[in-house]
């Protein structure tokens, strides 16, 4: 897949809201928005201004939008089951803002879960990636017992155990310092220009550590 595109889309909840919906003053909401891969693209945002259900509406998690999202043309409302999974596996990841890891499971085995689905990385993979952010000694560690900040290290790595044309992030930074910021970035940037894919990735001020070709204020 080369573009998403989003065309007049806005969130339900905001256009009930405004009654008037041209009161939106985005430069997503109710335009015309194109995402190329490759790419990085960075959505800056208050809170509050559908950050979450911009990347649930494109990841197909939710369908409670006016306008129509696109996957090279062609309108995502359309996608079978079956399409949304094979688009999941191997085209789209995504990094949700509350990581949504298994607080049972030890870190290793939250990363294998997904990485079971794709076969994507080895094992060695997965502790080199664990290496470069720190937190290899915690491998065998149930995720509950990470701090925020590892666990959101974690979860990035996760995100990382597929093939994929679009990395969506969601706030993927929100509780890391400048350093691991810098190395969470980096790994992304190996990850992402070795798959010749694109990032759309949205912050609250506090954004990744990778310079964007373009910056849309939502
Ligand atoms: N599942 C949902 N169904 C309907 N409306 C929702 C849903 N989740 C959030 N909303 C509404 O959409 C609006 C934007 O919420 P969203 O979570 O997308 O914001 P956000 O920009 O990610 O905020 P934050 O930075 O605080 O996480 C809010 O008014 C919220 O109440």
């Given at each position: ?12 909840v905001?256009?009930s809201a405004?009654?008037d919906?041209?009161a ?9 928005v194109?995402?190329?891969r ?13 950050k979450s259900?911009?990347?649930s ?29 094979d ?39 997965i502790t ?6 720190e ?29 994929f044309d679009?990395?969506?992030?969601d ?5 890391l ?5 810098s190395?969470?970035?980096q ?7 070795r798959?010749?894919a694109a ?5 609250v ?5 990778i ?8």
């Open positions: 897949m080369d573009t998403i595109a989003l065309d007049n889309v806005l969130p339900d905001f256009a405004a009654g919906a041209s939106v003053d985005s430069d997503v909401w109710l335009c015309g194109t995402f190329n490759p790419g990085i693209y960075r959505i800056e945002a208050e809170s509050g201004t559908g259900s911009m990347c509406f494109i990841y197909g998690n939710r369908s409670d939008y006016r306008g129509r999202i696109l996957f090279n043309g062609r309108d995502i409302r359309s996608f079978s089951v079956k399409e949304w999974c688009m999941r596996v191997s085209h789209i990841a995504l990094l949700p803002q509350e990581m949504r890891l298994f607080p049972e499971l030890t870190v290793t085995e939250n990363i294998e879960i997904k990485n079971r689905l794709t076969s994507f990385k080895t094992r060695d993979e080199a990636m664990l290496e470069r952010l937190i290899a000694d915690k491998a065998d560690e149930p995720a509950a017992r990470l701090s925020i900040g590892q666990q959101q290290r974690v979860a990035i790595v996760r995100s990382l155990c597929q093939p679009f990395l969506l992030l706030e993927p930074v929100s509780h310092d400048a350093r691991n910021n190395l969470v970035s790994l992304i940037l190996d990850e992402v220009n798959q010749g990032v759309i990735a949205t912050s001020g506090y954004a990744i550590d310079d964007p070709v373009k910056v849309l204020s939502l």
